[in-house]
């Protein structure tokens, strides 16, 4: 499927359910075409929005932890323009473990998910973009070094500041282009993740974060933002 030259393009990378789920919805109510992934077996909610969409939606399977599939993705989407590049993937461990009691396998896991598959599929498609483009990735305050005040969720906080220093250093690694590149924070989000005790909803959190998305764009520079558009501490 080919894009209009009037319509801009997402490609937004773990879209299945959550957070990404309801940035999909997001952007088609914003009149976007967007390209969406999930894992396999995960992408039935996103099929049953495409069916409704008229085309806007087209839904691809990638398992980002899988280099394989990141490669074949990238593959089938030659030749296209990507005006934002957003991944949103993350997951964590158990909440009572700490790095004293967390397997060897759960802490790989929960950083190759977390911070080394993002970049990978930030490296394999950033030439989709051009240079008045966006690049983004979702973070979270939580992997703010200044704002860790306390012991909770060190494993999940540890892989999101790895994930902040690993697109800082892409950035640096970039500085001779001008797209905008963005670090977003979504807030304390009441998901499946987040748990139903979290400060925000979904409707409190991802209209006002796209906004920030579309109000960085054309911004050359590297921006660590909270969903409101406030700059977060490193």
Known sequence: MQDTPSQKTVLLIGASRGLGLAMAEELLKR????IATGRAASTERLQHLANACAGSLEVETVDITIPG???ALRGRLEGRRVDVLFVNAGVKNDDRETLADVST???VRVMVTNSLSPMRVIHAFQDLVPPTGTIGVMSSGQG????ATNANYEVYRGSKAA???FMRTFAARSASYPRSLLLMAPGWVQ???GGPAARLTIEESIPNLVNTIEAYEGRAGFHYLDYLGRAVPW
Do not use: H, K, P, W
Not at 31 to 34: E, F, K, Q, S
Not at 144 to 147: K, L
């Open 163 to 165: 994930l902040n220093m």
């Open 191 to 193: 998901t499946d993740m």
């Open 144 to 147: 703010s070094i200044t704002n």
């Open 31 to 34: 009149g976007y075409r967007v």
């Open 105 to 107: 396998e759960e802490f």
């Open 69 to 71: 599939q990141i490669a």
